[in-house]
């Protein structure tokens, strides 16, 4: 029988029913340092650590039964004493036989030192993984997880392992996918299967949300049998940037703007099909070539410069520059550029919007144009004003004063009818002057610079009707104003239009018994708008276009003064803070001014 343990290439040592060894191998001598002469006799308990002697092998030794040679229970993994006192894992495995001596018991060894080495290093190879590490085996039924799978989950590993993996990723959930044909944890499965790779499924938390996973499944050949490894990632925020650039994709193909990018040598490397619209280059035609072909011959480094100064800063914001088509055209166009980064932020290229800006351009430059002209009538015309009102003051004073010196020298000579031709030619001299006075004032009021700042519109209506008032302390009339009403701008223009419509309608309401004015805010077709009313004589609305005109009256001058510049005077101021005014009126029933006021800041 010796001949025969040498033969086996495990350690074996042969023990009575009793558990006293009466045989052992070359084999078990190495393993364990135990000499053969040492053990003979002894019990088997000897090389086991004392914690596991009476618990796991007693029992086995404590029964015979027929003589056939079979094993005792199953390997029993357990820690083994060497003789110099250390220990090392190994599996034992009790088997019996009936010899020629009686029955006995062969207690074979193995050493599972590399084995437990090789299953460590494989538990933090696991555990070091980023993502989360299901190994199960062919039922489906988990025996490892990590520590990801934990955090992923929402499980304990107590919670998880010895159950079936579709605690995490249930059978309706395999289905509802179209990547589960893939999928394999079921026995006909493994036995045949390959790897699966980038299986795009969905997980369930224990708090029972589902979220988008994907997971990469592979075979283990084991001892134990065939295992199934599965590293499964989260891909909730893939999914999320996944659906962003297809937005992001689809805003910039349909945009009509050009979006163009580019890497730092200014080589274009995306071209969407608004550059194309604006620059008449397909993609296969600019991808892979300098966007400085764009450029005229005058600017051929302008995009480099560019992108040197996008190095300096987040965003480069309305850069005008001038392109040229594929047809020889030379375009204007507005161009926001902005930096493209890697993933440790490094610059790799620009991204540049652009936008045909030449029909603006050419529309601002004839703006330009128009004011320029404007601005150069407006100050001849200020001149031509001046130089008219000199010219016209001195024979107009002669007028006058030659008159005044007939009536107060002569007027016992001329009869009443040549006094009163003399009382005309003076007043129209003196109207003829008040005339001039508000021509030049109109004049001023053209180039003068506004100044804004908050203006309290309700004040400025008191302080014009108290004036008003003042001049006329006994008349009766009802003063309405709104109170706290404000807007941005020119306080002394502001202050003009409130003693034009506010003096006109006191003037014009002045045959009321008692009259009534009022100042305010109101809805409009037109929005929201300032108003003045009376209800004094009012006006026939087949004329309203002749108010805002130079010199045009509604009223005679004998019985309602002025020299018909007022209006106008308030037009131009109301134009120049970006409103507009308008009336109404009917005769005998007073008259109503709208107008608006650009409130914008400035």
């Not at 919670?159 to 944890?185: H, K």
């Not at 004094?536 to 509604?554: E, I, P, T």
């Amino acid at each position: 029988m010796q001949r025969l343990l040498e033969a086996v290439p495990n350690a074996m040592v042969v023990v009575d029913p009793e558990g006293l060894v009466v045989m052992i191998n070359s084999q078990f001598e190495r393993l364990l340092g135990w000499p053969q002469a040492d053990l003979l006799g002894h019990s088997i308990d000897v090389f086991l650590p004392e914690r596991d002697r009476p618990a796991d092998l007693g029992p086995r030794f404590a029964y015979l039964s027929d003589s056939q040679f079979r094993p005792l229970g199953p390997e029993l993994d357990t820690e083994v004493l060497r003789r110099d006192g250390t220990e090392f894992p190994a599996a034992i495995s009790l088997a019996r036989a009936q010899t020629d001596q009686g029955p006995l018991i062969t207690v074979t060894v193995r050493d599972l030192s590399e084995r437990r080495a090789m299953e460590e290093k494989f538990h933090r190879f696991v555990e070091s993984s980023p993502d989360a590490v299901v190994i199960a085996d062919h039922t489906g039924k988990i025996i490892i997880i990590n520590t990801q799978t934990e955090k992923l989950f929402g499980y304990s590993r107590d919670e998880l392992l010895g159950q079936s993996v579709e605690t995490i990723v249930p059978q309706p959930l395999i289905d509802r996918d179209p990547s589960n044909s893939a999928l394999f944890f079921a026995s006909p499965k493994v036995q045949s299967m390959g790897s699966g790779l980038g299986l795009e499924l969905h997980g369930q938390h224990k708090n029972g949300t589902q979220f988008p996973i994907e997971i990469s499944q592979s075979p283990l050949q084991t001892e134990d049998g065939l295992l199934v490894s599965s590293a499964i990632r989260d891909v909730t925020l893939r999914r999320r940037a996944d659906q962003l650039r297809f937005r992001l994709a689809a805003i910039v193909e349909g945009s009509d703007d050009a979006i163009v990018s580019t890497d730092l040598a200014d080589i274009v490397t995306s071209w969407n099909r608004g550059a194309q619209t604006l620059y008449g280059y397909t993609e296969q035609e600019m991808v892979g070539r300098p966007l400085s072909l764009l450029l005229p011959p005058d600017r051929p480094g302008e995009d480099i410069e560019l992108l040197g100064e996008l190095g300096r800063s987040e965003r480069i914001r309305h850069r005008d520059s001038l392109r040229r088509t594929k047809d020889g055209r030379d375009i204007v166009v507005s161009m926001t550029i902005s930096p493209i980064r890697d993933q440790t932020g490094t610059l790799i290229g620009g991204s540049k919007v652009a936008r045909d800006i030449t029909e603006r351009t050419n529309a601002e430059r004839t703006l330009a144009a128009a004011k320029e002209q404007a601005e150069t009538a407006s100050r001849e015309y200020e001149a031509f004003s001046y130089s008219v009102a000199h010219d016209l003051r001195a024979p107009l004073r002669a007028l006058d004063g030659f008159s005044q010196r007939l009536m107060e020298g002569y007027s016992g000579v001329l009869d009443q009818t040549g006094q009163d031709y003399l009382r005309r030619i003076g007043e129209s001299a003196q109207y003829m002057a008040q005339l001039i006075d508000s021509l030049l004032r109109l004049a001023r009021l053209s180039n003068r610079e506004l100044v804004y700042e908050s203006v309290d519109l309700s004040r400025l209506a008191t302080e014009a009707l108290d004036r008003l008032r003042s001049q006329s302390p006994d008349r009766p009339a009802d003063l309405v104003i709104q109170p706290g009403l404000s807007v941005r701008g020119d306080r002394g223009l502001l202050t003009v239009v409130f003693e034009n419509l506010l003096g006109n309608a006191w003037k014009f309401s002045r045959n009321q018994a008692r009259a009534r004015i009022e100042f305010g805010l109101t809805s409009t077709e037109a929005g929201a708008a300032y108003f003045v009313r009376d209800d004094g004589a009012g006006f026939d609305m087949a004329y309203v276009a002749k108010l805002f005109g130079v010199f045009q009256r509604l009223h005679n001058v004998r019985e309602f003064e002025g020299t018909g510049i007022g209006l106008v005077t308030v037009q131009r101021i109301v134009g120049r803070h970006g409103g507009r005014i308008w009336a109404e009126g009917v005769p005998e029933h007073g008259a109503t001014f709208y107008f608006t006021l650009d409130t914008g800041d400035r």
